[in-house]
C-alpha cells in the first residue's frame, strides 16, 4: 500500500511563492512509478493536471503555470516537489499528488490548500 502526504500550502499573497512537498510511503520508491503528477481543483471546477514527472525525468506543464511552477523529484527522500513561482489568485485550488503505477493505478494524497490573495 502507499501512502501520499502532501504539505506546503497556504495563504500568499500575488507573486509569492510557495514550495509544495509529496512524500511517499508504504510500498515501493516514487522512481517505480510511472509518472508522478500534481493536480489541483478549485471549487466548482473539475480537477486539473498541472504538473507530471515521468520515470525518464520528462516533464510537461499545464498551459498556464508554465514558466512558473516546477516539478522536480528527490529519490533519496522519495519525495515530489512543486515549486510555484510569481503565483496568481486563479491559482488558488487544492492542490493534490498523484502516483500512477505501471497498472495505470492512481494513488492520491489528501491535498494541501493554496490560496492566493491579497
Known sequence: ????VESGGG???PGGSLRLSCVASGSGSISSFYIMAW???APG???ELVAHIARSGTTTYLD???GRFAISSDNGKNTVYLQMNSLKPEDTATYYCNARDWNYYDYWG???QVTVSS
Open 1 to 4: 500500500q502507499v501512502q501520499l
Open 11 to 13: 495563504l500568499v499573497q
Open 39 to 41: 493536480y489541483r481543483q
Open 45 to 47: 471546477k473539475q480537477r
Open 64 to 66: 498556464s503555470v508554465k
Open 110 to 112: 489528501q491535498g494541501t
